[in-house]
């Protein structure tokens, strides 16, 4: 997975900008994500859920918290890894390749950025 991933990568940055080929527009400019202030686990489901359903290979129908991405929505491992790094764009969160290969579904992605926040909290204090 990790040469796959960084093959996509390398790739992606000289060819095509991640920006243009899977971030939507609504979600261009700044990114307000405090990590300073307790996270509201609801509210970091909504917006993991509001990516995913913004993926245009998915159908927004399906995205649910527990619909696996691989079973459920169908999406191959370069889907993945392009949804891995709107999450770490959208949560200014990075992802190692072993955590993102537990990223199942959108329940999985919303712990995790949970846990790296509180993280990051405890480190800062």
Request: aromatic share 8%; net charge negative; charged share 35%.
């Amino acid at each position: 997975m990790q040469k796959f991933r960084n093959a996509v990568l390398s790739y992606m940055r000289i060819g095509v900008p991640v920006r243009e080929r899977f971030i939507p527009e609504y979600l261009n400019g700044v990114r307000a994500w405090s990590t300073a202030v307790n996270v509201d686990q609801d509210q970091v489901m909504d917006r993991v859920i509001k990516l995913v359903k913004k993926y245009d290979k998915i159908d927004a129908a399906k995205v649910t918290e527990k619909a696996d991405f691989q079973k459920d929505l169908s999406l191959d491992s370069l889907d993945r890894v392009e949804l891995v790094m709107a999450f770490e764009e959208e949560f200014s969160v990075e992802i190692p390749d072993a955590e993102a290969d537990k990223l199942k579904c959108c329940a999985d992605v919303a712990k995790y950025v949970i846990s790296s926040s509180n993280k990051k909290v405890s480190e800062s204090s």
